[in-house]
């Protein structure tokens, strides 16, 4: 059979088994219809397919039938991303060209402008051959292949279309996930997955139109092995190279295909500095499974000796957590056996008895010096107080109950020695709270038991046994223009001590009520300020308290403190947090909030508030070290908040007192980010005699100072085809006159890879502070080399906002590299 187009390609598709969606072919009258090939009607594909398949001839298509009716259609949200495998030997293959020649079901070749189409395959070249029952395309000339998105092309090919199995000479590739392309003297094809490139070179640079263009970067090895299914490439006998220069010989290594995370060896970390001396760190990552991890290290220090750790990640439907341990067999810093560990744990268990749950929060190092000479340790090992918590509870309709043991392990420090805090050894605790009382009323009651512990020779307390019960009920009155919620309390409290107080009693006890009268109004109108229309809103609230006095300056302080005076804090009863002191209050509460709202979307543009306490007695309850509170005006709690639009907001609170005309305690920030990679933010916070710093972060391309230049433009992109960035944070005290934390950086983005140099200074004590500089590069999509710690880690974590240069959101579809 010989077939030509005479104004265009032939397209001929061949089924290797009847398409499963064709229904059984019905009993058929055969006409032979004589007509002119030019007075054909077009040929709606899948119709062609269908009668050529139940024996009518093409021409049948120009009259009328039960085919000439719109086929049912079925909604699909999405194209499918990868044909499911019961689907795929099912696909037709297309072929068209210039010229064909060959035997239906038999064979094909196919002469100028030849392509071959099966599902999510496509093959180009100036000459093909199909073999259709071996399934067997052969292609010489521009040979070019798209599979799924990833391209080949070369001089020959030889392939099995649906195994995927072949080779391919002289070939180039470009991978979808990843936009990384290179060059093989042979592209062996193992199946639909895996495939091994001899003699190639890897790089992530986007190819220049000059002759002469060279890759910054490229990986060159005898061999590269791909595995798309795990995602994942390895390269043996290889060598990294930039700017030109080799710079890592590579005798074996693995890299991904794709953000997907794979097992294997990460890149090693080289630092120096003055505790260590020269440092190198080794880690391992291992991908036990989707939804577990581990990151295995060994480190070498030459003055201080070697150092094994790791750290394991779990994620599971009802509980997650993560383990992280250290181990320095012998430490010569301090001439001992080193190590920490940090753990933890979270979840819940619905049972037949009700829901379970399990909390646990561990933290332990080997010795008070941890925190000093392990800079880089876990963040919660960076700390004096380290917590071994853990919680089992449990809740059911509306009671719940809890278990809690707390044991710290504090670090001292002869020239600043800290007062532990107190050991639960255990916390018991009941809640109920039910939720049909009648009558509108809400009530709870709370029941809890705590053993306190702790060295005495360091708390100047005895140790004991506290129990208390509180039972509370309110009565909310809810309109759409306002509320009032009266509330009644009962504090009692029983002290149970291990040795004597001052007065010589082994037990005290406590019973206090408390009254309390909320309310407030909500008043709305239109407004429209600059030009823009909003909702706004007029909030008054008033907030009344009564507690009793009762002397409670013989009671130890156990786990007690003083509120901060704050919005969240002014409109409660108690002026303390926890259960050693019952403020003696008689006080009114009056505060005022006001709410610009968009319209159409009820998001919040500004917010002001003002609020202030009025006393009409005395506060004699105090902590050990206060004093009386006799002021009948407290200070004024002032706040903003604006949001005006996506890019910029500011937002501030401030403790006035109007007797000294002075701030108390002040806290204003402010950030504006314009765009991607550009940031900036301020905040300036004062406490009166304690501390006054400013703190200043930010993300910016240099050049750009308005953040109006090449906007539109990614990163990697600026003029030359790099672009610097700016990144940094400063804590500054303006008491002492000097930098607190200094984190400060360039970042240089080149397309293909990323530099990155950032000088890091961490107050780790009140006269002491570690210093680091660090440097990176990142091959994008292959690696990262780092001197020192990352400093991505480091920017992440201290700079507001920052944005990596490189964080792909999703993985390319394949459609948008579709031929």
């Not at 036990?288 to 030459?302: E, G, K, S, W, Y």
């Not at 759409?480 to 001590?497: K, N």
């Not at 306490?613 to 706040?639: C, M």
Request: one cysteine or more.
């Amino acid at each position: 059979m010989r077939k030509k187009g005479a104004e265009g390609s032939w397209i001929i598709p061949f089924y290797k088994s009847v398409p499963a969606f064709l229904p059984a072919p019905p009993p058929l009258s055969v006409h032979r219809f004589r007509q002119p090939a030019t007075l054909l009607k077009p040929l709606p594909l899948a119709r062609a397919v269908a009668l050529a398949w139940c024996g009518l001839p093409l021409a049948a298509l120009s009259q009328a039938s039960a085919w000439d009716e719109p086929p049912p259609l079925r909604a699909s949200p999405q194209l499918q991303e990868k044909i499911p495998e019961a689907v795929r030997p099912q696909l037709p293959v297309f072929v068209r060209g210039d010229r064909i020649e060959g035997q239906t079901d038999i064979s094909a070749t196919v002469e100028g402008n030849a392509e071959l189409r099966r599902g999510d395959t496509v093959i180009r070249a100036d000459r093909l051959d199909y073999d259709v029952p071996e399934d067997l395309a052969k292609a010489r000339g521009n040979v070019r292949i798209n599979r799924a998105g990833n391209v080949y092309e070369g001089t020959a090919l030889e392939l099995r279309v649906d195994a995927f199995e072949g080779f391919f000479s002289d070939a180039r590739y470009r991978f979808l996930a990843t936009q990384a392309h290179g060059e093989a003297t042979r592209v062996d094809f193992i199946d639909r997955d895996r495939a091994v490139v001899r003699h190639a070179t890897y790089t992530t640079c986007e190819r220049g139109n000059e002759e002469s263009w060279r890759p910054d970067w490229v990986l060159r090895a005898d061999a590269i092995h791909l595995d798309n299914e795990e995602e994942v490439g390895t390269a043996d006998g290889a060598v990294l190279e930039f700017k030109g220069m080799p710079v890592l010989p590579i005798p074996h290594i693995s890299f991904p295909l794709s953000d997907k995370r794979k097992s294997g060896l990460l890149p090693p970390t080289i630092s120096i500095d003055s505790s260590d001396g020269l440092s190198y760190s080794q880690p391992y990552y291992w991908n036990i499974a989707p939804n577990r991890d581990a990151t295995l290290h060994a480190d070498l220090m030459t003055k201080r000796g070697a150092n094994l750790g790791g750290e394991f990640r779990y994620l599971e439907p009802s509980y997650h957590g993560q383990i992280s341990a250290d181990v320095m067999p012998s430490d010569r810093l301090r001439d001992r056996l080193r190590w920490g560990f940090t753990g933890q744990h979270s979840g819940t268990i619905d049972s037949a008895i009700g829901a379970l749950g399990l909390n646990i929060n561990v933290n332990r190092v080997s010795d008070d010096n941890y925190w000093r000479d392990f800079g880089r340790a876990a963040e919660p090992l960076r700390q004096r107080l380290l917590p071994g918590d853990a919680t089992l509870s449990w809740a059911q309709g509306d009671m719940a109950a809890q278990v809690r043991t707390l044991k710290w392990q504090t670090l001292q420090d002869v020239t600043a020695p800290i007062v532990p805090p107190y050991d639960r050894m255990p916390q018991l605790q009941w809640r109920y709270t039910p939720s049909n009382l009648g009558g509108g009323l809400d009530a709870s009651v709370e029941l809890d038991s705590t053993r306190f512990q702790a060295a005495r020779e360091l708390t100047g307390q005895p140790n004991a046994q506290r129990s208390y019960a509180l039972a509370q009920i309110s009565r909310p009155f809810l309109a759409p223009g306002g509320f009032i919620t009266p509330r009644l309390q009962l504090h009692a409290t029983q002290y149970q001590f291990d040795t004597p107080l001052a007065n010589g009693a082994r037990t005290a006890s406590r019973a206090l009520p408390t009254f309390s009268l909320d309310s407030g109004l909500v008043f709305e109108r239109d407004a429209s300020y600059f030009g823009r229309a909003f909702v706004q809103t007029l909030e008054p609230r008033a907030f009344y308290t009564y507690t009793p006095y009762r002397d409670q300056s013989y009671l130890p302080v156990y786990d007690t403190a003083a509120n901060d005076f704050n919005f969240a804090t002014v409109f409660t009863e108690n002026a303390y947090g926890g259960n050693d002191r019952i403020a003696d209050n008689n006080l009114l509460t009056l505060g005022l909030i006001t709410r610009l709202l968009d319209p159409n979307t009820g998001a919040e543009a500004a917010r002001f508030g003002i609020a202030q306490r009025v006393r009409f007695s005395d506060q004699n309850v105090t902590l050990p070290g206060e004093t009386a509170v006799s002021e009948r005006l407290s200070d004024v709690l002032l706040g903003a908040g604006i949001t005006w639009s996506p890019r910029w907001a500011f937002d501030s609170t401030v403790q006035y007192n109007p007797k000294t005309g002075r701030s108390i305690r002040s806290t204003v920030s402010a950030h504006y980010s314009p765009g991607s990679y550009r940031t900036v933010s301020a905040a300036y916070r004062f406490q009166k005699d304690n501390s006054e710093q400013i703190d200043i972060g930010w993300q910016w391309p240099l050049g750009d100072l308005w953040g109006d230049k090449g906007k539109d433009l990614g990163p990697g992109r600026g003029q030359g085809g790099g672009r610097w960035y700016a990144v940094g944070r400063l804590n500054y005290s303006l008491q002492e006159r000097k930098l607190v934390d200094t984190v400060v950086g360039l970042e240089y983005d080149s397309c293909c890879w990323i530099g990155r140099v950032v000088l890091e200074r961490l107050q780790s004590g009140v006269t002491t502070a570690n210093t680091r500089l660090l440097f990176q590069i990142e091959f994008v999509g292959f690696s990262r080399l780092s001197l020192g710690s990352s400093p991505l880690d480091t920017l992440k974590q201290y700079v507001p906002r920052y944005q990596n240069l490189r964080e792909q959101a999703s993985t390319p579809s394949r459609f948008s590299n579709y031929d």
